[in-house]
């Protein structure tokens, strides 16, 4: 038989297990030109939850009672495919599934012999990408600047943070406990940490941590934490508006600070950024994750859960931060 | 005598006339090298709110006691300066008095033989270039796009949306009065105006006059009337942050929706703009401001008051929009 997530009711604020259901089928079989794949590794991801509304967004919404799909590294077990072979390991957005068949579009062949499979749901992954096309292309990081992460401990964050340190950059990261403070400063060489969670004035935190100001400002979070990070920010501040993992279970439309007058008086530059918009960069962005992958200039932080239906609990624990770096539930 | 208008109390809210107060001085008389300068005209300008408070911005908050500055077209009355000759007409960021003296530093000859003296404070001074280079500069506005400027009938707004229609825009308009929808269809090319004082559904209007959703949105107000625009963003929209008239009385930081979603899921950019981080470009701007003037492209608006008594009041009306176009004092 073959597991299935599907997505049951969708979430009122923060999800719950029984808006998720496993269903059973059967174990479909390859036809022709296909591959059968076996999950060996799924990517949670915040973004996610935004797919679960009805809402128009930058992509599309799940249905109801289909699986929900995300990133998953998976093994090849069949092939009547021309371009794999049995036993290829290979990435795709692909179903919540213990199998499925693929005519091979939207998947890539990953080399396991090189790095291990879950490299490439992280840093080697979208969240490598995004980490390093935003701080590229909106972000504009300069040597001697100062940078500002929040979800500074999650997949992006880690990466994002590490890329400022090999930039030449003082990098603080804003973060939701002290055992992640103490990974940031001590395994990924952040300049400073502050616990969002156990700090009273997180203005004067970051004043503290960023006595030149704020140059760029990777945002993951929203919400009051960044509103503290906005009141620092220098002339001509850049802001990369790539999560905001703090609103995305509001049930209503979140309100806060007006960020406008912030803007206004430092000719501050504010832009969403979603990775998929930037796919022509992927290669030479992808070129550069590796190299320093692979000489060991920058490290990848997961949190590994084992068992298929795992999966939406990992997904739920992204919203307390139970993760340190990139949640992935291995099967 | 000489009346000079200074700050007398820092404004709390809304500034009233006793916030101001008018000094009367001895006429000065010009030192070596100096000439001496009596205003003609007077430009009130929303952005001086921001002066009046005592808070660190892009520009030096105004002394207490000290004269209000403001863009000022004067007559060169006497001179020992080389440069100037009696009898030229000048603009400068120049104190709020009848006669003063200045060694012709910041000062620019203007030709009021080509154009009305008043020009130069609106079309062919700082709202024109306002309007110019936030459009080129942050709105990378192209033929075919949809362009929406809110305060569309004040002085960079009006100049905003003549641009937008010789660049083959399509332009909407939002303002306070039906006359200035009027005004904004008939006198200056106007797609569509929205009154939103009368607007009971502001998302409704824009998402009606704007069917293939807004590209470049032109904000000089902020507030509630923003949020309506953001919500119809199209994919990698730009938002120019160049005032927020809605905001600047608040007496305590304002608030509303989060724009961090918006922009997220429309890739969307913002920023804060303020035309004199772009003085390398004023030349290009103005010559193509000139060329439109005095071809009759684009059309000045303003609203002439009369009297140096009456430069407050002016200013104050600023914020009920009591001006159509560039509000200016005529002594």
């Given amino acids: 038989m073959n597991a299935t997530i599907v997505l049951h009711k969708r979430p009122v604020g923060t999800p719950v297990l029984t808006d998720f259901r496993t269903v059973t089928e059967k174990k479909p079989e390859p036809g022709v030109g296909e591959i059968l794949l076996k999950t060996s ?96 292309e909106i972000g504009k990081l300069t040597k001697g600047e100062t940078l500002v992460v929040s979800g500074a401990a999650g997949a992006v964050g880690t990466v994002a943070g590490q890329i400022g340190k090999l930039m030449g950059c003082r990098v603080v990261g804003i973060c939701g406990s002290d055992e992640k403070v103490h990974m940031l400063k001590t395994d990924f060489g952040f300049n400073e940490a502050i616990n969002y969670k156990t700090t009273r004035n997180m203005r004067r935190a970051i004043a503290a941590t960023c006595p030149k100001g704020v140059d760029v400002y990777f945002d993951n979070v929203g919400g009051p934490i960044s509103e503290a990070v906005l009141a620092k920010i220098n002339k001509f501040a850049r802001i990369i508006i790539c999560g905001a993992i703090s609103l995305y279970n509001e049930t209503s439309l979140p309100t806060g600070l007006s960020v406008q007058p912030f803007l206004l008086r430092s000719s501050a530059l504010m832009q969403g950024f979603i990775v998929s918009d930037y796919e022509a960069k992927f290669p030479e962005a992808m070129h550069q994750l590796t190299e320093w992958f692979s000489t060991g200039k920058i490290k990848q932080a997961e949190t590994i859960v084992r068992g298929f239906d795992q999966i939406p609990q990992a997904f739920i624990d992204l919203f307390t931060g139970k993760n340190k770096g990139k949640m992935v539930v291995q099967i």
């Fill in 41 to 136: 590794y799924v990517s949670v991801d915040p973004y996610l939850r935004g797919r679960m509304n009805d809402t128009k967004s930058y992509i599309a919404p799940f249905e109801l009672l289909q699986p929900i799909k995300s990133g998953i590294i998976a093994k090849v077990i069949e092939s009547d495919h021309p371009d794999y072979k049995q036993g290829e390991t290979v990435y795709g957005l692909l179903d919540w599934k213990e199998y499925q068949t693929s005519t091979g579009k939207g998947i890539t062949r990953v080399d396991v012999e090189k790095f291990p499979p879950s490299a490439y749901l992280g840093i080697l992954g979208m969240p490598g990408l995004t980490a390093y096309l935003g701080l590229s």
